[in-house]
Every structure is written in structure tokens, then in C-alpha cells.
């Protein structure tokens, strides 16, 4: 699964100007003719189609999954269980998620249900299944499958959004922070609605830092569902991490980290108990090295070191966290307030850190369809 996202992506810049179904736009063509318009089954027992329901003129984010997976697919989910947690009452208002099973055997609606509840699932996220060739053809059309995809574990981890009213399509990752997915489209797919944002300047934005190995997988792979540090107000699947590494044995932790799945099959004591702590959400495998599984606890090391000094160090009046010393998953945005608020303010402009960010990621993969109709999709 994980070696998938190294495959070039096709890239087609979504633009931020409206368009308009039947002015021959990008929206026109990727409407009913397009799109397949197969029956589904939803977790929550509605018999849907996936363009007329699903698709149809709303911003939605379309992935594809399967609860017993073992590898990546549980940090997806998290990743949008985070962004429906910045999203607010947003989600199921004017954006949705749609989160397709590639294994419609198994995973019936009821067995959908549950996974969707263990992710803490709201109204305007929809788990659903279908006919096996039906699901299949609906990846193709969003070239979501790829030539040598032999088994469920070779599936892709990318996720498709977009504006279906618009024609504007992204192909994102789950390894991007969820502040960046929740303002493309909160923000982005939605033609910049929003006012922008009181008080924001580049003047203020953090310096830039160099960031280790160990930093750069803890964040891309660990930090959508454990917390290291003070809580930023996101609701974590996994326990929180700070000083872990004096809680547990580090060759424990080592393999934990190497090969979760393994150690549940053992019935590891340890293992069992956090899987039932974290409501059957499974650490999922990663495929990690074993000097990055090393880069990552000597990263959690120095940052338990971090924090312990910068808590105990007196702060002049006036100071100004610097980069690495903010609690963020970005490197380059200040950390959110630790607040749950029932919708978050989103961002009208991207920030200093996500416009980088975004302008570097948009030329690796935004948009795809107009590709794939030169492909006869």
C-alpha cells in the first residue's frame, strides 16, 4: 500500500476561478456522464448512489478503504476524523465525506458501522459498500487503482476532493497536516467565501528550521494519532506519547513501532491492552526502516527533553515562541487555541507556513481528471 504513494501523481493545477456546468468548463465534464452512478450501501442502512447522493454538486473528499487493514488505512481515517473535528458543524453542511470499502465481502453496513463509530464518525461522513465491480469501476473513473494493485493491500492511500459544481479536483494525502486539508476545503474549494482572517501578517510567521528525519516522520506518520506535548485541542486515536520512552522498554517500544500488527497476533499483553484502549483502533504498520523506527524515539527523546526545559525555564515578558518551540503539527503555523469549539475559524488565506506548503504539494499533485480523460476514462 505505502509504496504507492511514491508513484508519480498526475498533475493538473485546480484553479481557484468559479466555474460553470454547460460552458464546456471542467465541471461540465466531469458531472453524470462521468461519473459512475452505482447503488450503494451505507453504514447507516440508506441505499445511495454515488453521484446523485454522494458526488452532485457538493465539496466532498472520496476515499477508499478496508476495516481489516492492517497498514495504513486506520491513519487515513484518522487523518479526516481530524479534519472533521476542525471542520465543525461544517461537515455535512457544505462538505462531506464519502468513504468507499474496496472489500464489499466483508465489510457489510453494519460492519461499516462500527468502524465508523470507533473514529467518532458525525452526520456528512457516509461509509459505503457495493458490488464489487461497481466499487472497481468507480476507482477507475477517479484513477484511484493502479496497474499493479494484485491484492487489498496494495491499494493507494491518496484520497480525492474537490467541488464536483466547479470541476476543481484535488489528490491529497493522508500524510499532510489536517489544518492544511481542513482549510483547502473549507477555504479553497469553496472560491475563498470566507472573509480573510483579522491580524494575520508575514511579518509575524516563525522562522524557518531545519527539521530532522525522526521530526518529519513523527509528524507525517505518529502525530495524527498520538500527542506529543500539550494538547492542541484534536481528539487523538492513540494515547498521548510525552515520556513514553520512560513508561516503556525501548526494545519493546522499537518492535511496537516496527511491527504492531505481529505483536497483536502474538497477543503481546501490552499490545492488547492498548488496542482495547484505543476502542479497537488499530497501530497500524507502517513499514518503517529500522533507523527511521530509531530516527522517531531519538526525535520523541529530544522532544520530552524540549518540553521538560522550556517548562521549567522562566519566559521574559513580550517573548515570542520561535518555531520549534510551538505546539503545532505544522512547522510553520502557530498552534491552535487548546479549545473545542463546535466549528473552528477557518483560515480565508493560506498562512505563511501552509502557502508554502500548498504551492509545494499543488506542483507534486493537485487535479488528475483531465488527464485521465486523455486516457479514455
Not at 462538505?95 to 457489510?108: A, H, Q
Not at 493507494?156 to 479536483?169: E, H, I, K, R
Not at 513514553?244 to 492488547?272: F, G, N, S, Y
Request: negative net charge; charged residues 25%.
Amino acid at each position: 500500500m505505502l509504496r504507492t504513494l511514491a508513484r508519480p501523481l498526475l498533475t493538473l493545477l485546480a484553479v481557484a476561478t468559479p466555474l460553470h456546468a454547460g460552458d464546456g468548463s471542467a465541471a461540465s465534464r466531469w458531472g453524470a456522464d462521468y461519473f459512475p452512478n452505482v447503488p450503494l450501501q451505507t453504514h447507516d442502512g440508506r441505499t445511495v448512489r454515488f453521484f446523485d447522493d454522494l458526488v452532485k454538486d457538493k465539496v466532498v473528499v472520496v476515499n477508499f478503504i478496508y476495516t481489516s487493514c492492517a497498514d495504513a488505512c486506520p491513519l487515513e481515517t484518522a487523518k479526516l476524523a481530524e479534519v472533521q473535528e476542525l471542520l465543525g458543524e461544517r461537515l455535512g453542511h457544505d462538505v462531506f465525506f464519502c468513504s468507499l470499502s474496496i472489500d464489499p465481502e466483508r465489510d457489510t453496513p453494519a460492519v461499516l458501522a462500527e468502524y465508523a463509530a470507533r473514529f467518532g464518525a458525525r452526520p456528512g461522513w457516509t461509509f459505503a459498500t457495493g458490488a464489487k465491480e461497481d466499487i472497481r469501476e468507480v476507482r477507475r473513473k477517479l484513477g484511484m487503482i493502479g496497474r499493479d494493485e494484485f491484492e487489498l493491500s496494495d491499494h493507494t492511500l491518496s484520497f480525492l476532493m474537490g467541488n464536483q459544481a466547479t470541476g476543481q479536483w484535488m489528490k491529497r494525502s493522508p500524510y499532510e497536516t489536517p489544518q492544511l486539508i481542513a482549510m483547502q476545503l473549507g477555504t479553497w474549494l469553496h472560491n475563498w467565501k470566507a472573509a480573510p482572517a483579522p491580524g494575520r501578517d508575514y511579518a509575524s510567521a516563525p522562522a524557518l528550521r531545519s527539521i530532522s528525519k525522526g521530526e518529519t516522520l513523527y509528524r507525517t506518520r505518529c502525530a495524527t494519532c498520538h500527542l506529543l506535548g500539550t494538547d492542541d485541542g484534536l481528539t487523538r486515536q492513540g494515547p498521548p506519547l510525552a515520556g513514553v520512552l520512560q513508561r516503556r522498554e525501548r526494545a519493546w517500544l522499537t518492535r511496537w513501532i516496527a511491527e504492531p500488527d505481529a505483536m497483536l497476533r502474538e497477543k503481546d499483553p501490552l499490545a492488547l491492552e492498548l488496542f482495547q484502549a484505543s476502542r479497537g483502533v488499530v497501530m497500524p504498520n507502517l513499514r518503517l526502516r529500522a533507523d527511521e523506527v530509531e530516527a522517531v524515539l531519538e526525535y520523541m527523546a529530544a522532544e520530552d527533553q524540549r518540553l521538560a526545559e522550556a517548562s521549567a525555564a522562566p519566559q521574559p515578558a513580550g517573548h515570542v515562541a520561535s518555531c520549534c518551540e510551538k505546539e503545532a503539527l505544522e512547522v510553520l503555523e502557530e498552534a491552535p487555541a487548546p479549545t473545542r469549539p463546535a466549528t473552528r475559524p477557518l483560515p480565508a488565506h493560506p498562512t505563511p507556513g501552509a502557502g508554502l506548503l500548498a504551492c509545494a504539494m499543488a506542483l507534486l499533485g493537485l487535479g488528475f481528471l483531465a488527464a485521465l480523460s486523455a486516457r479514455g476514462g
